[in-house]
């Protein structure tokens, strides 16, 4: 009897053992899972702080391109939707539109490379419509229809007042909007500023 005494108290100590040995392991195992997750979060923070400046460098090198890409369009606002409808195409409509507003002298080979409504849905018909992009073969050519349309100052085709202006990216049309916000405020508490 002694002996099955010995016997069962040598196999609860081995199962005591067993059980320290398994819960030892267990927290061996789960201090190298989190020492292993440190490590590698610490590594995926110093990518990413490498990789911030970069973002933003490639990000302000795609506006430049972008905004470089637009030097040649104009945007008019103003002419109604659908006023093209009777034109074999936008392009030879937009020509008409603009030497009949302009009355460019002397008269100039406008060059349009190709013209369009902005990209958004139709508005109804009370709203405003879209305006025209319209991208110029030459830089030179879109400067002269620019600013002609600016000194003219007051446009009006069929009855509709019309508006030129540069076709600018989105981040610059951003920063102006920002920026005239911020002149609006200045100017309602009025403080003087340049610009």
């Given amino acids: 009897m002694a002996d099955d005494n010995d016997d069962a108290a040598i ?8 059980l320290t040995d398994k819960g030892l392991e267990e ?4 201090t190298i899972n989190t020492r292993i997750a440190k490590t590698r979060i610490q590594n995926t923070e110093e990518v990413l702080e ?27 606002y103003g002419v109604p939707e659908k006023a093209e409808a009777n034109s074999s195409d936008f392009i030879s409509f937009l020509e008409d539109l603009l030497k009949s507003t302009l009355d460019l002298n002397p ?10 409504r ?22 030179r050519t879109k400067e ?16 509709n007042r019309i508006f030129f202006d540069h076709d ?7 920063k102006w909007r920002k920026y005239q916000d911020a002149k609006r405020m200045l100017s309602e508490h009025d403080i003087r500023f340049q610009a």
Avoid: C
Wanted: proline share 6%.
């Fill in 50 to 76: 490498e990789m911030i400046p970069l973002t933003e460098q490639f990000e302000a090198r795609l506006n430049d391109q972008e905004g470089r890409a637009r030097r040649s369009n104009i945007r008019i």
């Fill in 118 to 139: 902005a990209l958004a849905p139709t508005p109804s018909a009370e709203a405003k419509p879209r305006s025209i992009i319209a991208k110029f073969l030459n830089y």
């Fill in 144 to 159: 002269l229809v620019i600013k002609t349309a600016w000194e003219k100052r007051v446009v009006e085709w069929k009855g």
């Fill in 27 to 30: 927290k061996l195992h789960n």
């Fill in 168 to 174: 600018y990216a989105p981040d610059v049309l951003w």
């Fill in 11 to 18: 196999t609860e100590s081995e199962r005591v053992r067993a």
């Fill in 107 to 116: 008269p100039v080979d406008l060059q349009i490379e190709r013209a369009h």
